[in-house]
């Protein structure tokens, strides 16, 4: 499953980069609700999976917040650290 905050042709973009395309592509135009977990309960309810079966991989503090709402199993591993040398 590929989460991106802008619609784009995954397919395409990962198929140039050598990657497999993902099962699934959700986008911010899929999901309004930046950072609030709705994205783990759309994409494990089209995936017909518990939200605590998905693992969350991401770079940004929207990516930290969506993965430490409710609807996921949290484990943190840099953001912490990530976020503490970004921020002025």
């Known amino acids: 499953m590929l989460l991106t905050s802008d ?20 986008s911010g135009n899929d999901i309004p609700a930046r950072g609030s977990g709705a994205c783990l309960r759309t994409a494990a309810d089209r995936l017909n999976l518990r939200t605590n079966r998905i693992v969350m991989v991401g770079t940004s503090e929207w990516d930290w917040r ?6 996921s199993s949290m484990s943190t591993l840099a953001w912490p650290t990530m976020f503490a040398t970004t921020r002025a």
């Open 7 to 26: 619609p784009l042709d995954a397919e395409a973009a990962l198929t140039t980069a050598g990657l497999p395309a993902p099962v699934l592509h959700l």
């Open 66 to 71: 969506t993965a430490s709402t409710p609807a």
